[in-house]
Nanobody, 121 residues
Framework: QVQLVESGGGLVQAGGSLRLSCAAS????????MDWFRQAPGKEREFVAA????????RYADSVKGRFTITRDNGANRMYLQMNSLRPEDTAIYYC??????????????WGQGTQVTVSS
């Protein structure tokens, strides 16, 4: 069982930056792929970014490529999402998620409670 807690959300102006953090409990963190998803009001939850167990492989949604960077620190059981050049359409609740194995398949097994990101125009 993996428990996930997100932090770092908030209100920022368009063009600004935020860094989200996901703290994971459990000894399996370093062996599993991790994801970020988001859900905007009235919309379905969507994939944002993913990172494999080692951190060497990453994937991004087209809408955030070149602006967001996903990283992880296995020694600290943490994952991060650096978000630059934020746009109002990035406003959403951002969720940290853990997959079942080391490879990215974008099918999480465990979810955090989410952190709100609001980008004003």
């Amino acid at each position: 069982q993996v428990q996930l807690v997100e932090s770092g959300g908030g209100l920022v102006q368009a063009g600004g930056s935020l860094r989200l953090s996901c703290a994971a409990s459990g000894r399996t963190f370093s062996t599993i792929a991790m994801d970020w998803f988001r859900q905007a009001p009235g919309k379905e939850r969507e994939f944002v970014a993913a990172i494999n167990w080692s951190g060497f492989t990453t994937r991004y949604a087209d809408s955030v490529k070149g602006r967001f960077t996903i990283t992880r620190d296995n020694g600290a059981n943490r994952m991060y999402l650096q978000m630059n050049s934020l746009r109002p359409e990035d406003t959403a609740i951002y969720y940290c998620a853990a997959e079942a194995g080391p490879v990215i398949i974008m099918s999480p097994r465990h979810w955090g409670q989410g952190t709100q990101v609001t980008v004003s125009s």
